[in-house]
């Protein structure tokens, strides 16, 4: 499955670099295991959302959430928050 980022997902992601590489690094490791299905679906947290995210998922990283959506051959990530503000807006 071929991962592709949003603008503001990258930008997140920078920023979370800039403070903590250590979990920067766990979120970019996380999502290419997922992406590539490596280890069984219960190995990862997902979960489908609901409300405004609906139709979105979240992949849940240690203390940071990502919101995405696939379609089985593409993985558009939307947002990378830690969890405080993830579903705030």
Do not use: P
């Not at 920067?24 to 959302?49: C, H, P, Q, T, Y």
């Amino acid at each position: 499955m071929d991962i592709r980022y949003s603008e503001k997902a990258e930008k997140q992601i920078k920023k979370i670099y800039k403070g903590d590489k250590k979990s920067a690094a766990m979120i970019i490791e996380a999502l290419e295991n997922f992406a590539a299905r490596k280890g069984r679906k219960s190995d990862f947290d997902v979960k489908v959302l609901k409300g405004k995210y609906g139709d979105f998922k979240r992949l849940r990283v240690g203390n940071y959430r990502v919101i995405f959506n696939d379609d089985g051959k593409v993985m558009l990530i939307y947002e990378v928050k830690h969890r405080q503000e993830a579903y705030r807006d």
